[in-house]
């Protein structure tokens, strides 16, 4: 049985064939779809490599807080973009400053800034 089908006559609507709700798809996208059926269905089966929960970090509030206020403070008083958290370098220079602690980090929106 498949989880789902599309509904004859309508393209922009598959119905689930697990509780027979009717989710809108629009552009022949399974993005709702595929929510409706790892969310209300528990399918986790279908979640795809990005949607997983990345790693936490087990920095202490304290420590997070001492970091986030000297990324803002370092980007400011040198007149760099926010952007520059998301390089490569930058990233491996923090890794390498908290071994161990940062092996989540792919961007900088893992990283809180105020």
Do not use: W
Request: aromatic share 2%.
């Amino acid at each position: 049985m498949k989880h789902a089908q599309r509904v004859i006559g309508n393209a922009g609507v598959a119905k689930c064939g697990l509780c027979d709700d009717e989710i809108k798809i629009s552009n022949k996208s399974t993005t709702s779809l595929r929510y409706h059926l790892i969310v209300k269905q528990d399918k986790s089966e279908l979640k795809l490599k990005t949607m997983k929960q990345k790693q936490k970090c087990d920095i202490s509030l304290d420590k997070k807080q001492e970091l986030d206020d000297l990324c803002v403070h370092c980007i400011i008083k040198d007149g760099r973009s926010f952007g520059d958290l998301k390089k490569h370098g930058i990233l491996k220079l923090l890794r390498a400053m908290i071994p161990g602690k940062l092996t989540g980090l792919h961007s900088s929106s893992d990283i809180s800034l105020k």
